[in-house]
């Protein structure tokens, strides 16, 4: 296994990394919580001595977790059964078998594919079997689970060390709910899907040199990346190139400003901190209604869905086709793309090379960058039907210690590597990326996702004109609340 060793690669991190991240950081909301756990976003070395591992023999038995697989790319892998030679796999390998180790026991991971998989757990802990100790559901499944009691309060267990940052502080702190301050699932980079699921912003280098446009990372560093830079960059790269329009054509010459998927434009409206609602203090607030919401909407609208050419969004669901809108920036046909983490795995090849930013503020008076986590990611939890969830606490806190330690920094490497080279300043973008990203806890819990469907159909329409789907909605929203704040408080 040929690459570079982990405390080189945290060297590497640590140098990309610039201190003046500007505007990037700073006081964060529930939804953006992340920003306030590590203030540069920057992943720091931590002796062993210093974690100080607990005293813990598992007597041989086994810790057993359920996962998602055949997850349209995103990387999912918890375990291998032996080194593949890929760096990421055989650091993960390397993980669990020191963890293992160390306490005595033994990593079985039960895969379901990710559609079947909360039906599969559901059933289980119906039926009253103890056949898991953790889990790792999809989030936009999980209402059913959280309201029919099927996890343990996560916050009753010292094994955890939540306020570390090898939790997902998004997560685990956005995620505590009702009056006790209950938490019943969590994030950690022991599973790196959610980071996988995270939207950011890809450019293509050479069509912004062609243009003579600087490279955004400077303005990222100093705040400055916002919607109107975005637009700007958009219009310049929206060009017919002697083409009667822009309409599709495989083999025309038409280029886009930006092209995306559904999520993609939740994603630029949480990236404008224009949410759906947020955690405070254990209790939802709704933040839709905010006049701020519907000022993002309409300047999405204006500045980007409506016009022909700077936005472009012709098939969203065949990624084999060239109109797709990740094979549309993987052949040049657009300047932008708001897509997911884990789709730098098809970029990795594409003949010109690429870069990686957060999704643009509103403007510079925003304070933290905002990276919205898809619905689709995977949450942590223990099923009440484990009888050692003490156990499981303190070998889930080691293993999402050394991830973070150990893995991470792979991960980075793999994800901004491109023809055999590096892209330092990516992997100091993806670290402020880590360090802004937000979870839309009404979709883990269902609260939202009538309202967002609907929102959405207008806006991609061309219309900004929400107020009356919020007015039509907003009470399916408020009752759905109440019914889950109810059951929590009960």
Not at 15 to 25: E, F, H, P
Not at 43 to 68: K, Q
Not at 80 to 90: C, I, K, R, V
Not at 185 to 200: H, P
Request: hydrophobic share 35%.
């Amino acid at each position: 296994m040929k690459h570079l060793t982990k405390y080189a690669l945290t060297a590497l991190i640590l140098t990309a990394v610039v201190c003046s991240c500007g505007d990037s950081t700073g006081e964060g909301t529930q939804n953006t919580g992340a920003v306030t756990d590590n203030t540069t976003g920057t992943v720091t070395e931590t002796s062993a001595d210093e974690y100080g591992y607990p005293e813990l023999d598992c007597g041989g038995e086994a810790l057993r977790i359920l996962n998602a697989s055949n997850t349209w790319g995103t990387y999912y892998n918890l375990d291998f059964e032996a080194t593949t030679g890929e760096s990421l796999d055989d650091i993960i390998y390397e993980r669990n078998r020191g963890i293992e180790e160390r306490f005595n026991t033994e990593l079985s991971v039960t895969e379901y594919d990710i559609d079947e998989v909360t039906t599969h757990f559901t059933t289980v802990i119906m039926s009253g079997e103890d056949l898991y100790d953790v889990t790792y559901l999809r989030a936009d499944t999980m209402p059913t689970p959280l309201t029919e009691g099927m996890f343990y309060n996560l916050n009753e267990y010292d094994g955890f060390s939540f306020d570390e940052p090898w939790w997902d502080s998004t997560v685990v702190d956005g995620g505590v709910i009702g009056d006790d301050g209950a938490l019943f699932f969590a994030s950690n980079y022991f599973s790196l899907f959610s980071f996988d699921t995270t939207v950011c912003v890809y450019f293509n280098e050479a069509m912004y040199s062609k243009l003579d446009i600087e490279y955004p990372y400077q303005l990222v560093r100093e705040g400055k990346w916002t919607l109107d830079k975005f637009y700007e960059y958009a219009r310049m790269g929206a060009n017919t190139n002697g083409d009667s329009s822009f309409d599709w054509s495989e083999n025309g010459n038409a280029t886009y400003g930006v092209t995306t998927w559904s999520n993609g434009v939740h994603a630029l409206l949480g990236g404008a901190e224009a949410y759906y609602l947020w955690m405070e203090n254990g209790e939802p607030v709704v933040k839709v209604t905010d006049e701020h919401y519907s000022d993002v909407a309409a300047s999405l609208v204006d500045n980007l869905l409506s016009v022909d050419g700077v936005f472009a969004m012709f098939n969203v669901n065949d990624n084999t086709r060239p109109d797709h809108y990740e094979v549309m920036f993987r052949n040049g046909r657009t300047m932008m793309t708001v897509a997911q983490i884990k789709t730098s795995a098809r970029f990795r090849d594409m003949e010109d090379s690429f870069g990686i930013l957060p999704l643009p503020k509103y403007d510079e008076a925003q304070k933290n960058y905002s990276c919205y986590i898809s619905s689709t990611q995977l949450l942590m939890g223990m099923p009440i039907t484990s009888v050692t969830p003490d156990r499981t606490a303190v070998l889930m806190d080691a293993l999402a210690y050394e991830s973070y330690r150990d893995v991470l920094p792979v991960y980075y490497e793999v994800k901004v590597s491109q023809k055999g080279l590096r892209n330092d300043d990516s992997i100091e973008m993806l670290d402020i990326i880590r360090g802004s990203r937000y979870t839309n806890f009404g979709e883990v819990f269902g609260w939202t996702n009538s309202l967002q469907s609907s929102i959405y159909n207008k806006l991609i329409a061309g219309s900004a004109d929400i107020a009356s789907v919020i007015a039509s909605g907003i009470k399916t929203v408020e009752t759905n609340i109440e019914k889950t704040m109810d059951l929590v408080n009960g």
